[in-house]
């Protein structure tokens, strides 16, 4: 790159990122990972994180959208120091606000010669690309740098297009995560950077707003790789007229993959963050595993706190390979985070989810959150999600009379499950200790020494009797909390309905 135009070497409190989504449809997992690593580096360095909107496309963008994109940061604890909502030097921090600035760039741009006036319609570029024996697929060809090509395609009724003249040598950057790379000249042709009626387009905002803000670090996705010398282009343009200071680095982040080789798609459910939330991510659950979608904290290590991330975090070390999301592997993760959580904490959050379940309602009463608080020690280890509250809790917050009993639980019992539960009801109607050990010497004494039963099999019928579930919170815990009244009425019930 030649040296009249300087290249930032920002570095701690003077790094600036920025993320900027355009506000159309559902914040998906790719985005919230660009928004992740720019926050990352800018905490790891002590530097500014911007957040702005490019909200210039009308037909596309949304102020739904919008307010998604903040919950989306918010929920995941992405907190910016500039920017939309906050406020800060550099306002507005949306594009659809900030005409007047790009039109008085765009006015000194051409008055420097850096953009011309471009009349050529799509079908005259493709017809001289033909009658020049040039590849259609070449597009433009620069041909209107000439004034009296210009001319001869003016026409009185025609809005010329604003085209920027690239530089005539090879345009090369060091990558931050995927090293030096070169686009020879001629590589690309002139390009549009303002539409026949005025409409700057993103090729032209985007790094105008960048020079403004003094980014310094723009770290983006792979995907936008192609368009980085047409930016790199148009920044030298802007140093010349002194809109930019500098080139700033550039980091592009590996591609998230779905199923296969394919990137993962908007549509695919495992992209919707907010649907992930709905089955019960904890966002330091969720924001663990995005950081992991292309970095490493270390070796053998997977599970680490935000403080951490922001500790360790380099965009230099990012992996350029493709990185895919693995459901499983999130969900593994997302237990490991619940699993830390201070059990008040996770009961806090678990009501929502068990009142959308009706397992609570609106207004939970005192006696039913104490109850929760209790049980939550005895769920804390056997959940990923906090969606799986209402399976394992129900149970307790509902009478014999009521319980809900599965019925893949019934057809999986054992024949003689009759009589595992008049011997467990025999035994349990007889103990006169009903904390969880004295539960479990009760059925142990009658189940395993005195019917001869295996304790992988002893406990079936009492779990699905008392849970009507399959799996459960531990039995002998979850029969000390319900009571030897419930319990009993429970089995009794069972027994009943298998009569």
Same mark, same amino acid.
């Given at each position: 790159?030649?040296?009249?135009?300087?290249?930032?070497?920002?570095?701690?409190?003077?790094?600036?990122?920025?993320?900027?989504?355009?506000?159309?449809?559902?914040?998906?997992?790719? +985005?919230?990972?660009?928004?992740?690593?720019?926050?990352?580096? *800018?905490?790891?360095?002590?530097?500014?994180?911007?957040?702005?909107?490019?909200?210039?496309?009308?037909?596309?963008?949304?102020?739904?959208?919008?307010?998604?994109?903040?919950?989306?940061?918010?929920?995941?604890?992405?907190?910016?120091?500039?920017?939309?909502?906050?406020?800060?030097?550099?306002?507005?921090?949306?594009?659809?606000?900030?005409?007047?600035?790009?039109?008085?760039?765009?006015?000194?741009?051409?008055?420097?010669?850096?953009?011309?006036?471009?009349?050529?319609?799509?079908?005259?570029?493709?017809?001289?690309?033909?009658?020049?024996?040039? *590849?259609?697929?070449?597009?433009?060809?620069?041909?209107?740098?000439?004034?009296?090509?210009? $001319?001869?395609?003016?026409?009185?009724?025609?809005?010329?297009?604003?085209?920027?003249?690239?530089?005539?040598?090879?345009?090369?950057?060091?990558?931050?995560?995927?090293?030096?790379?070169?686009?020879?000249?001629?590589?690309?042709?002139?390009?549009?950077?303002?539409?026949?009626?005025?409409?700057?387009?993103?090729?032209?905002?985007?790094?105008?707003?960048?020079?403004?803000?003094?980014?310094?670090?723009?770290?983006?996705?792979?995907?936008?790789?192609?368009?980085?010398?047409?930016?790199?282009?148009?920044?030298?343009?802007?140093?010349?007229?002194?809109?930019?200071?500098?080139?700033?680095?550039?980091?592009?982040?590996?591609?998230?993959?779905?199923?296969?080789?394919?990137?993962?798609?908007?549509?695919?459910?495992?992209?919707?963050?907010?649907?992930?939330?709905?089955?019960?991510?904890?966002?330091?659950?969720?924001?663990?595993?995005?950081?992991?979608?292309?970095?490493?904290?270390?070796?053998?290590?997977?599970?680490?706190?935000?403080?951490?991330?922001?500790?360790?975090?380099?965009?230099?070390?990012?992996?350029?390979?493709?990185?895919?999301?693995?459901?499983?592997?999130?969900?593994?993760?997302?237990?490991?985070?619940?699993?830390?959580?201070?059990?008040?904490?996770?009961?806090?959050?678990?009501?929502?989810?068990?009142?959308?379940?009706?397992?609570?309602?609106?207004?939970?009463?005192?006696?039913?959150?104490?109850?929760?608080?209790?049980?939550?020690?005895?769920?804390?280890?056997?959940?990923?999600?906090?969606?799986?509250?209402?399976?394992?809790?129900?149970?307790?917050?509902?009478?014999?009379?009521?319980?809900?009993?599965?019925?893949?639980?019934?057809?999986? +019992?054992?024949?003689?499950?009759?009589?595992?539960?008049?011997?467990?009801?025999?035994?349990?109607?007889?103990?006169?200790?009903?904390?969880?050990?004295?539960?479990?010497? *009760?059925?142990?004494?009658?189940?395993? $020494?005195?019917?001869?039963?295996?304790?992988?099999?002893?406990?079936?019928?009492?779990?699905?009797?008392?849970?009507?579930?399959?799996?459960?919170?531990?039995?002998?815990?979850?029969?000390?909390?319900?009571?030897?009244?419930?319990?009993?009425?429970?089995?009794?019930? +069972?027994?009943?309905? +298998?009569?």
């Amino acid at each position: 790159m030649s040296t009249a135009h300087p290249i930032t070497t920002a570095t701690g409190a003077d790094v600036r990122v920025r993320f900027c989504p355009s506000p159309t449809g559902l914040p998906h997992v790719g +985005l919230v990972r660009t928004a992740l690593f720019n926050w990352a580096q *800018a905490r790891h360095t002590g530097g500014t994180f911007v957040f702005r909107i490019e909200d210039t496309d009308a037909a596309r963008d949304s102020e739904q959208s919008f307010e998604q994109i903040i919950d989306a940061l918010t929920w995941m604890g992405l907190d910016w120091d500039e920017g939309i909502v906050k406020g800060g030097p550099d306002e507005p921090y949306r594009q659809s606000q900030r005409g007047a600035i790009y039109q008085d760039v765009i006015a000194r741009l051409t008055a420097s010669g850096h953009l011309y006036e471009s009349y050529m319609t799509a079908a005259e570029i493709e017809a001289r690309n033909i009658a020049e024996g040039r *590849a259609v697929q070449q597009g433009y060809g620069d041909w209107e740098r000439d004034p009296a090509v210009r $001319d001869a395609y003016r026409a009185d009724d025609r809005q010329p297009a604003l085209r920027l003249r690239v530089p005539d040598e090879d345009l090369s950057f060091d990558d931050l995560i995927r090293g030096p790379i070169t686009f020879a000249a001629g590589s690309f042709p002139d390009f549009v950077v303002v539409r026949p009626g005025g409409q700057p387009l993103y090729t032209l905002v985007n790094p105008v707003d960048d020079a403004l803000m003094r980014i310094t670090d723009v770290l983006r996705g792979e995907d936008l790789l192609p368009s980085t010398p047409r930016q790199i282009a148009l920044y030298h343009a802007l140093i010349d007229i002194g809109v930019a200071e500098w080139v700033p680095r550039f980091g592009h982040m590996p591609l998230v993959l779905g199923d296969g080789t394919k990137k993962l798609s908007k549509r695919d459910p495992e992209s919707n963050l907010f649907l992930h939330r709905e089955r019960g991510f904890i966002p330091e659950g969720l924001l663990n595993y995005l950081a992991l979608l292309g970095w490493s904290i270390g070796p053998d290590r997977d599970v680490f706190s935000q403080a951490e991330l922001a500790a360790a975090f380099d965009i230099r070390n990012v992996n350029p390979n493709p990185a895919r999301f693995d459901l499983k592997k999130a969900e593994s993760i997302n237990g490991d985070h619940i699993r830390l959580l201070d059990p008040d904490d996770l009961a806090a959050r678990m009501v929502p989810y068990l009142q959308v379940e009706d397992v609570l309602p609106a207004e939970p009463t005192p006696g039913q959150l104490a109850l929760l608080r209790e049980l939550t020690p005895l769920v804390q280890e056997r959940m990923q999600l906090l969606g799986q509250a209402p399976d394992l809790l129900a149970s307790f917050f509902t009478t014999a009379a009521d319980l809900v009993v599965a019925e893949d639980a019934v057809a999986g +019992l054992p024949k003689n499950a009759d009589e595992v539960l008049a011997a467990a009801e025999e035994a349990l109607a007889a103990a006169d200790d009903w904390t969880a050990h004295g539960v479990k010497a *009760a059925l142990e004494g009658a189940l395993i $020494d005195g019917l001869g039963l295996k304790p992988r099999v002893a406990f079936g019928p009492v779990r699905v009797a008392t849970s009507g579930r399959r799996v459960s919170p531990p039995l002998f815990e979850s029969l000390s909390i319900l009571g030897a009244d419930e319990t009993l009425a429970r089995i009794r019930r +069972l027994r009943s309905a +298998l009569a």
